[in-house]
């Protein structure tokens, strides 16, 4: 009898348990659906009429190429946390259409970079003629670009940092931070610098937000951005497009 109680009891609490992961489960898909940040339909619908860049909704993510054919530079970018990937292809048109740089904007598994396990040639196959590949990322998406950074020749952060160590590679980095930024805020970004290699270029743009570095309107505790959309466009095609000519083999 002691024993058949025993085995009852082992078996409710594995049952239990059960119940306590499929909760869990359903409940980290549930709401990694919930709350995604859309993409603002004007900027997006500005990219689509571009006539210099060619839009793709390929298997491997958003592919952003320039109309007169591939470069030699190519950027992986990983979207942040419950972004839409469309949010992101105003900011980075500037690079394609001025300076040949074919992007290909991820989808995160479940919205969230850290659930997405692929590597980098899973993206980088999309577009095979480019030589040259750049990881890039916002917000948690920089946090998983920095994991990839020593499978690619140079790192883009956007509002980001690193939580691993990359102090030792000689990977050339690019971050972008915003002195409105009230989620990566520079002081954040200030104290993880150390992870980041010596010669890591670090510019914070006057005014920018941490919802600045893409187009998807506000966000929950962020600062209030003082720089027009335009103008913060501008500025982050500039930085890219001088970083990117670096690169060229």
Same mark, same amino acid.
């Given at each position: 009898?002691?024993?058949?109680?025993?085995?009852k009891?082992?078996?409710?609490?594995?049952?239990?348990?059960?119940?306590?992961?499929?909760?869990?489960?359903?409940?980290?898909?549930?709401w990694?659906?919930?709350?995604?940040?859309?993409?603002?339909?004007?900027?997006?619908?500005?990219?689509?009429?571009?006539?210099?860049?060619?839009?793709?909704?390929a298997?491997?993510?958003?592919?952003?190429?320039?109309?007169?054919?591939?470069?030699?530079?190519?950027?992986?970018?990983?979207?942040?946390?419950?972004?839409?990937? *469309?949010?992101?292809?105003?900011?980075l048109?500037?690079?394609?259409?001025?300076?040949?740089?074919?992007?290909?904007?991820?989808?995160?598994?479940?919205?969230?970079?850290?659930?997405?396990?692929?590597?980098?040639?899973?993206?980088?196959?999309?577009?095979?003629?480019?030589?040259a *590949?750049?990881?890039?990322?916002?917000?948690?998406?920089?946090?998983?670009?920095?994991?990839?950074?020593?499978?690619?020749?140079?790192?883009?952060?956007?509002?980001?940092?690193?939580?691993?160590?990359?102090?030792?590679?000689?990977?050339?980095?690019?971050?972008?931070?915003?002195?409105?930024?009230?989620?990566s805020?520079?002081?954040?970004?200030?104290?993880?610098?150390?992870?980041?290699?010596?010669?890591?270029?670090?510019?914070?743009?006057?005014?920018?937000?941490?919802?600045?570095?893409?187009?998807?309107?506000p966000?929950?505790?962020?600062?209030?951005?003082?720089?027009?959309?335009?103008?913060?466009?501008?500025?982050?095609?500039?930085?890219?497009?001088?970083?990117?000519?670096?690169?060229?083999?």
């Amino acid at each position: 009898m002691r024993r058949s109680r025993g085995r009852k009891v082992v078996i409710g609490i594995l049952w239990g348990l059960v119940a306590l992961l499929v909760l869990g489960v359903v409940g980290i898909l549930v709401w990694s659906q919930v709350g995604v940040m859309a993409a603002e339909p004007e900027p997006l619908a500005a990219v689509r009429e571009n006539p210099d860049i060619v839009v793709e909704d390929a298997p491997e993510g958003i592919v952003l190429s320039p109309a007169d054919g591939a470069g030699d530079v190519g950027l992986v970018f990983i979207p942040g946390a419950k972004v839409d990937p *469309w949010a992101y292809a105003a900011i980075l048109q500037g690079i394609v259409a001025e300076d040949d740089v074919t992007v290909v904007i991820t989808r995160p598994w479940l919205n969230l970079a850290f659930f997405d396990p692929r590597g980098l040639d899973a993206f980088t196959s999309a577009a095979p003629e480019v030589d040259a *590949w750049a990881v890039g990322g916002h917000s948690l998406g920089g946090v998983r670009a920095c994991q990839l950074a020593p499978d690619a020749e140079a790192l883009v952060l956007f509002a980001s940092y690193c939580s691993s160590d990359i102090s030792a590679s000689d990977v050339p980095v690019l971050s972008l931070a915003g002195s409105k930024d009230g989620l990566s805020t520079p002081e954040k970004i200030a104290d993880a610098r150390h992870l980041l290699p010596a010669d890591a270029d670090l510019v914070e743009i006057a005014g920018a937000s941490h919802a600045s570095f893409g187009d998807y309107g506000p966000q929950p505790g962020d600062g209030n951005p003082t720089i027009q959309d335009e103008q913060m466009h501008a500025e982050a095609t500039d930085l890219l497009g001088r970083f990117a000519d670096s690169l060229a083999p």
